[in-house]
């Protein structure tokens, strides 16, 4: 559990305050305002979520915690859901919810629901009794018979969209209803699906679930799938496109998604940073999230540092700070959060009836727990250090500070243009090689926060009116 009694109260109110001296000056800006922030997650998909269903209730209990709690784990705010469309679900396979064609794409459709959705459903109650209220859907492909190649694995097009025909017709109507009627599934147990996705890195032919597509193709889509949502009074479902592998070409897909103009129609752009990663804003009016990122091959590495590695805490802070800051994100998320096996694809490695945490989920705690859904991304200037701030709907302001340098640094924040009121208070929480998310002493100086970032640490320093 961790302890709040570093809390210190502060002078009775501020609007402009500056640091006398310190190692390391950071000011803070609030007038100066950046993207508006969704949130941080991950994916329980190809029934990962069934190793949560399958754990004994305590293990079960602390792991949903660790995931989602905002007090003892890492708060995070966005699960992302597959949509299955597979005939079966033998392997890892995500089974459809019409498993068989209907008769063709204007014929009645034949749905069928089980309630659990590969475990998928329990971890979404789960995360939505912690305080998720983001849950993002999104398919891999359609089903095979929807589709130019047959089947639900290496690439096809959906029959119907820009330049693919198929002689058993159109099917752009009916995968925009089994879209819509998949989230009236979820509905219907109790969970808002908010976005919706319904590509997976349509430029790559996998030898699992996928379709190929462009962004123009993607376009001719979404001006069906759009009007079916608002005729089901699902329009305040988000859609979202398209899940590229990585951002460049994302933001060519973009490109041709605003020609064709089909982006308005979107609530959100979404990438992966497999084959790119985000170093700079998309062309978008659209909120812009990294969607998925992971190392997907690394021997599992539950440090937070090491020697620099792929798999390491502090390499993943830097990672979502980046794509935070220098290309404006409004959410991050890995690939999957719990799963066995022994790669860092995860966040949460099970075996059996234990678990092991990794610092890659410490490093996520700091973004997720610090800037909340709604918060704002404000200015900050001062210091070589990776630094953020977030200005959250409750009023407080988080400022994360990540020191990748093996020299520890006292540290000053100042403030501008925020009024904490008179009753404030400041807390600081770090992450390192030893502790997860715990308190450090801060105090006050004149209006100014004091605290320190140890080496190759990160710090959450949060001002609470």
Known sequence: M??????????????????????????????????????FGFAEAFQRANVVVNLPAQQQREVLDLLFNTTTGAGMTILRIGIGSSPDSSSDHMNSIQPKNPGGPTAAPKYVWDGKDRGQVFVAKEAYARGVRSFYAIAWSAPGYMKTNGNENNGGYLCGVTGQSCSNGDWKQAFANYLTQYVKYYQEEGINITHLGFLNEPEFAASYAGMLSSGTQAASF?????PTLAAANLSSVGLTCCDSEGWSNQGSMT????SAG????LSTITSHAYTSGPGSPLSTSRRVWQAENADLNGAW????YSSGGAGEGMRWASLIHSA??????SAYLYWIGVQSGSTNSKLISVSGSTYSVSKRLWAFAQFARGARPGAVRVGTSGGSFSTSAYLNVDGSLSVLVLNTGSSASAVSIGTQGFNTGTKAKATAWVTDNTRDYAALVVDWDGGVVNGTVPSRAMVSFILSP
Do not use: H, Y
């Open 2 to 39: 961790i302890s709040n009694a570093a809390i210190v109260p502060v002078i009775l109110a501020w609007s402009d305050v500056f640091p006398r001296q310190s190692s390391t000056t950071i000011t803070v800006d609030v007038t100066k305002k950046f993207q508006t922030m969704d949130g």
């Open 222 to 226: 979404i001006k069906v799938l759009s």
């Open 255 to 258: 490109s041709q998604l605003r």
């Open 262 to 265: 089909a982006e308005t129609l």
């Open 301 to 304: 590495q539950a440090k937070w």
């Open 324 to 329: 935070v800051v220098n290309a404006n994100c």
